[in-house]
């Protein structure tokens, strides 16, 4: 038996089938760096590419839902994947996950993503909701062990406190993490009791490792979430794209907390001087109606008082008019009041020698009689 | 739906004593009328006077106290 006899005989489907387990016993889920090449989508599911360096190239395979946004050729990516030598297509990585690494890929695959979100009014300000003012109920979506969760949570006990917080514990960097987040996401959107606000933070750290936030699924998932959305990642200058879908934007988890709930010191300051007001308000009016109402009482009182008086001079002219006007005053006065026949002697012509007349004097009457008449 | 005033409001009370004083300042004072409207003015001022106090008195023991 010769050397060759030795040998194994393949069928072209068994060595396909023997090389792809020698190619999962040897690399399993390998990992691979290099530039985009001939990268092409086809029938809006497929996605065709090359990986090259200088040297070498290799082709991969996968589908959209798998790219974390669009891509260009000349792109830096670090993909992970299956090797696989297919029956009719030959040899290719299968995709499983794809990352652009190094500042200019990450700011490209961003920018691109940007302009494509864009175009479909994600970041329009039109569609951002407001958050609701000291939420009783909050999600967040952190990792549970991370400074920004920390943070977040001892300023938002600092400002209010008595919140209650749901959090998922989830991967904020690396090939996992945009799909844990989305899955956060999802998950408290599907409650059966939603929460008020979602927060989704992290803390800063290289374009490459806040890369998960600029990612499409992750970025579309904060657009479909039908609570309100309060995206804080990295420090101030760090802008992802899952911070413009957001219906808020913090600039740190410290300032996440911040804008999601007020200082309950100066909140209760506020109501302190707002009590006060209210207070000295109707202290001042009880006063300036209290003091109106003596007034009016006052001038009430006045008004009779001024009225009596008016009364009681007129009716003491009147008194002293009926005074001088009685024919007692002028009897006083040295008068008399001549009577004939008990009826008032008006007139000497009327008098005749004989006539017997009484005079009515102030104090009593005479009777006399008339001896002589004028002539 | 409106709601029916009392009868004896603080704004309905303060505009009839509004009245009863155009009455004693105006020039139709009349002595038969005059002690009856006197009565009906202090018996007013005294009502408002209660609501008053009754208002201070809610407000002091309502003061709101914070933590």
């Known amino acids: ?375 | 739906m409106a709601t029916k005033k009392s009868p004896d409001s603080f704004r309905e009370l303060n505009s009839e004593l509004e009245e009863l004083l155009i009455w004693f300042e105006g020039g139709e004072f009349d002595v038969d009328q005059a002690a009856e409207k006197y009565d009906r003015a202090t018996e007013i001022i005294k009502a408002l006077q209660n609501k008053l106090t009754k208002l201070k008195n809610h407000v002091k023991q309502h003061k709101v106290t914070f933590e």
């Not at chain 1, 600039?251 to 302190?272: E, F, G, M, R, W």
């Not at chain 1, 006052?298 to 009926?322: C, F, P, T, W």
Request: with cysteine; aromatic share 6%.
């Open chain 1, 1 to 375: 038996m010769n050397q060759i006899e030795q040998k194994p005989t393949f069928t072209p489907s068994d060595l396909v089938g023997s090389i792809n387990q020698t190619f999962d016993l040897a690399y399993g889920r390998l990992i691979i760096e290099g530039e985009l090449a001939n990268f092409r989508i086809s029938k809006n599911k497929w996605v065709y590419f090359d990986l090259k360096d200088d040297y070498a190239r290799v082709a991969c395979f996968g589908t959209v839902f798998q790219l974390p946004g669009p891509l260009e050729d000349g792109m830096i990516l670090r993909l992970t994947g299956e090797a696989r030598l297919h029956p009719q297509f030959g040899f290719s990585v299968n995709v499983a996950s794809i990352q652009p690494v190094g500042q200019g890929s990450i700011k490209r695959a961003a920018d691109l993503l940007t302009l494509k979100l864009k175009k479909e009014g994600l970041f329009e300000p039109a569609r951002k909701r407001s958050l609701p003012f000291a939420p009783e109920r909050v999600a967040l979506i952190a990792a549970s062990d991370s400074a920004a969760y920390k943070d977040f949570l001892k300023i938002l006990d600092e400002r209010w406190g008595g919140i209650m917080i749901e959090t998922t514990n989830v991967l904020v960097q690396g090939e996992n993490a945009p799909t844990q987040l989305v899955r956060a996401i999802q998950y408290f959107n599907e409650q059966p009791s939603l929460a008020e606000v979602i927060i989704i933070t992290r803390g800063g750290g290289s374009a490459d490792d806040l890369a998960a936030f600029n990612n499409e699924h992750v970025v579309r998932a904060i657009v479909s979430s039908r609570i309100p959305t309060l995206v804080a990642i990295g420090h101030e200058v760090d802008i992802s794209l899952a911070e413009l879908a957001a219906d808020l934007r913090a600039s740190t988890p410290s300032n996440a907390a911040q804008l999601l709930v007020p200082d309950k010191s100066y909140i209760i300051s506020q109501l302190q001087s707002m009590t006060g007001t209210i207070d000295s308000s109707i202290t001042r009016y009880v006063q300036n109606q209290e003091l109106s109402h003596s007034q009016s009482f006052m001038r009430i009182y006045q008004a009779v008082d001024s009225q009596l008086r008016e009364l009681n001079n007129y009716l003491k002219q009147q008194g002293e008019i009926a005074r001088l006007l009685s024919p007692v005053a002028a009897l006083k006065r040295g008068y008399a009041l001549i009577k004939k026949q008990g009826r008032i002697l008006r007139s000497a012509s009327a008098v005749r020698g004989g006539d017997a007349l009484t005079l009515h004097l102030h104090d009593g009457t005479i009777d006399t009689v008339v001896r002589k008449t004028p002539s």
